[in-house]
Nanobody, 122 residues
Framework: VQLQASGGGLVQAAGSLRLSCAASGRTLSSVYIAWFRQAPGKEREFVAA????????YYTDSMKGRFTISRDNAKNTVYLQMNSLKPEDTAVYYCAASIGGLGYGPSIYPYWGQGTQVTVSS
């Protein structure tokens, strides 16, 4: 699976951004796509995930209600809509894929996109 993340940028606090993750390379029906983020000096942390073939979504509790993950099957793209952004959301955001299973740790996901920088100014 090849992943291409995009959509990051600089935004003021309370603003919004939508990240995109374009997937390609194989049949996606059994794939889970997740978003992780990594701030400087911190470990990579789970943000949200979605199954490709069902409407199951998963979030870290602290981001539930502000972030929404969705997918467009026709475009083979997963989105992360981020609202009410805070300076502490500043990080590099990565999309990742696993085949057949969901996990909250990075090691579950063998396929990664290149990351997109999100910077939230106060």
């Amino acid at each position: 699976v090849q992943l291409q993340a995009s959509g990051g940028g600089l935004v003021q606090a309370a603003g919004s951004l939508r990240l995109s993750c374009a997937a390609s390379g194989r049949t996606l029906s059994s794939v889970y796509i997740a978003w992780f983020r990594q701030a400087p000096g911190k470990e990579r942390e789970f943000v949200a995930a979605i199954s490709w073939s069902a409407d199951n979504t998963y979030y870290t509790d602290s981001m539930k209600g502000r972030f929404t993950i969705s997918r467009d099957n026709a475009k083979n793209t997963v989105y992360l809509q981020m609202n009410s952004l805070k300076p502490e959301d500043t990080a590099v955001y990565y999309c990742a894929a696993s085949i057949g299973g969901l996990g909250y740790g990075p090691s579950i996901y063998p396929y990664w996109g290149q990351g997109t920088q999100v910077t939230v100014s106060s």
